[in-house]
T-cell receptor, first 111, second 114 residues
Framework: DSGVTQTPKHLITATGQRVTLRCSPRSGDLSVYWYQQSLDQGLQFLIQYYNGEERAKGNILERFSAQQFPDLHSELNLSSLELGDSALYFC??????????FGEGSWLTVV | EDQVTQSPEALRLQEGESSSLNCSYTVSGLRGLFWYRQDPGKGPEFLFTLYSAGEEKEKERLKATLTKKESFLHITAPKPEDSATYLCAVQAYPSGGGADGLTFGKGTHLIIQP
């Protein structure tokens, strides 16, 4: 158990809908990262937050957004969902940049 | 653009048969090279971070090494429970933005047969 908690574990939704994925980082970790894993693209970095502030953006679509709250938990919002957004979404957290721990992921299926 | 290439894509070994997985990388300035283990449907499990050429780290039957262009994950006398996908990732020094995101390879799917 990495200590990073993600909910929900599984989610099925229809095209055009909006979903929110939630992440609780390990105790004391200020950085939260979001990644997307699909069969063809592998693990792709989406966005990083540090102590409530956006730190870096990777390959995140404009339809996607995230935030980190004062208690350090984070949410990833996915809107206007398309079939191609079906993937495993991971949250990761770190206290220092050289040790990054991943949660178990949220399976999103768009039908 | 940072790139990571892992080989082979898949590897099947007999129990006890040692081997190595390769990770070739190009990065503007290497801050760290990460190895993770991922079981099906699970999150990546952190194994090692290497920082400079010549560095080695060990954990049980695994040893990771680093050169200026590639990293190897050596598996000695593997057991069936070592079966998993092994992912390599690089972290570059941030160019002004402070980003710590990782660029991953597509992984090596390792199967250890009893």
């Amino acid at each position: 158990d990495s200590g990073v908690t993600q909910t929900p574990k599984h989610l099925i939704t229809a095209t055009g809908q909006r979903v929110t994925l939630r992440c609780s980082p390990r105790s004391g970790d200020l950085s939260v990262y979001w990644y997307q894993q699909s069969l063809d693209q592998g693990l792709q970095f989406l966005i990083q937050y540090y102590n409530g502030e956006e730190r870096a953006k990777g390959n995140i679509l404009e339809r996607f957004s995230a935030q980190q709250f004062p208690d350090l938990h984070s949410e990833l919002n996915l809107s206007s969902l398309e079939l191609g957004d079906s993937a495993l979404y991971f949250c990761a957290s770190s206290m220092t940049p050289n040790t990054i721990y991943f949660g178990e992921g949220s399976w999103l299926t768009v039908v | 653009e940072d790139q990571v290439t892992q080989s082979p894509e898949a590897l099947r070994l007999q129990e006890g048969e040692s081997s190595s997985l390769n990770c070739s990388y190009t990065v503007s300035g290497l801050r760290g090279l990460f190895w993770y283990r991922q079981d099906p449907g699970k999150g990546p499990e952190f194994l090692f971070t290497l920082y400079s050429a010549g560095e080695e780290k060990e954990k049980e039957r695994l040893k990771a090494t680093l050169t200026k262009k590639e990293s190897f994950l050596h598996i000695t006398a593997p057991k069936p429970e070592d079966s998993a996908t092994y992912l390599c990732a690089v972290q570059a020094y941030p160019s002004g933005g402070g980003a710590d995101g990782l660029t991953f390879g597509k992984g090596t799917h390792l199967i250890i047969q009893p």
